[in-house]
């Protein structure tokens, strides 16, 4: 969802951090800053602390890109400045402070730094996610094209997979299923400048265009590698979009009991990650089984807690389906 791997670092901090692989990231990021760095670096770990922790404590790891823009802004540091206000936009669209979001992207892209243009690339993509859940789907449609104009120009391939990712998941809204597969297998086909997050929603994202097309055996074989990756992920977002994934191939089934086991245990998880996006999600896959099990008195009660929250933060897309 949120993450996009980002390594920026820097020549002078020990190779081995760039690698998203390793379980103890967070630790060994931790560890630095408890070393005598120079104040651009300690920037740079802050933010790179900041990216590691998002999708697992959203709050913690909005502190961390603070502190990167209140460090670097003090040091005049370019890069820092602009991927801090970029992250801290990531915090934003976490409890769904959409408006807010887009003032720190655009301050981010406020910022010319011309050997910072692959981070005008990963802001520009995220902006148009940003509209994408709004459901302001020209405006994502402008902002991909955008990052992918910086990326072409500046050869930037590690965002491809990602921007062609997002690309995808617009069209899956527009319920273009084909038009998203496309995109999706051509993301996949360069999962050599994929990380792990990005390969993950990819294989999500080709499992709901499959089960769209109700062709489910295909869907659970990239759910199952979905499922598979999330767990080397150590983030809660992509464990509930696990639990949401199966949930939905169960409930395309007709096995409902199943479907509905794998929303409570994604609903319990969003107790200790409260995503907006997957708690609507979550409750409205809920009572949609309740109402086919007849039971209306807990369908509405689950439908009533996703529209509270729906409405309040402007998620229209959801919004609409829970009115469905």
């Not at 802004?73 to 915090?91: E, F, Q, S």
């Amino acid at each position: 969802m949120l993450r996009i791997i980002f390594v920026s670092l820097l020549l002078t901090i020990p190779a081995y951090l760039a690698f998203a692989q390793q379980t103890n990231i967070k630790d060994s990021l931790k560890n630095l800053l408890e070393t005598d760095l120079p104040d651009k670096q300690r920037a740079d770990v802050l933010n790179e602390l900041s990216y590691e922790y998002f999708d697992f404590n959203d709050s913690l790891a909005t502190r961390y890109a603070e502190q990167a823009l209140a460090l670097s802004t003090k040091n005049n540091y370019t890069r820092g400045k602009k991927y801090a206000h970029t992250l801290i936009g990531i915090g934003h669209i976490s409890f769904g402070r959409y408006d807010q979001a887009s003032l720190s992207y655009r301050a981010s892209l406020a910022i010319h730094d011309p050997q910072s243009k692959d981070l005008d690339a990963y802001c520009l993509m995220l902006f148009g996610n940003n509209y994408r859940a709004q459901a302001r789907y020209d405006s994502a449609e402008r902002f991909y094209d955008e990052s992918l104009r910086v990326i072409e120009a500046n050869k930037i391939l590690k965002y491809k997979p990602a921007l062609y990712k997002n690309i995808a998941l617009l069209k899956l809204l527009l319920y273009d299923n084909q038009s998203a597969l496309n995109y999706l297998q051509q993301a996949l086909a360069m999962r050599q400048y994929a990380d792990a997050v990005s390969l993950t929603d990819i294989y999500s994202n080709i499992g709901r265009a499959y089960t769209n097309m109700f062709q489910f055996d295909q869907a659970e074989v990239y759910y199952d590698s979905m499922c598979t990756l999330s767990r080397e992920l150590e983030d809660y977002f992509h464990e509930i979009r696990c639990f949401l994934n199966k949930a939905d191939l169960f409930y395309s089934r007709n096995n409902f009991a199943e479907a509905l086991k794998f929303c409570f245990d994604a609903l319990e998880l969003t107790r200790q990650y409260p995503y907006p996006p997957l708690v609507v999600e979550a409750n409205q896959k809920i009572g949609e089984i309740y109402t086919e099990l007849s039971e209306y008195e807990f369908a509405s009660k689950y439908c009533h807690v996703a529209l509270k929250i729906s409405e309040a933060l402007g998620l229209q897309f959801e919004t609409a389906g829970i009115y469905v």
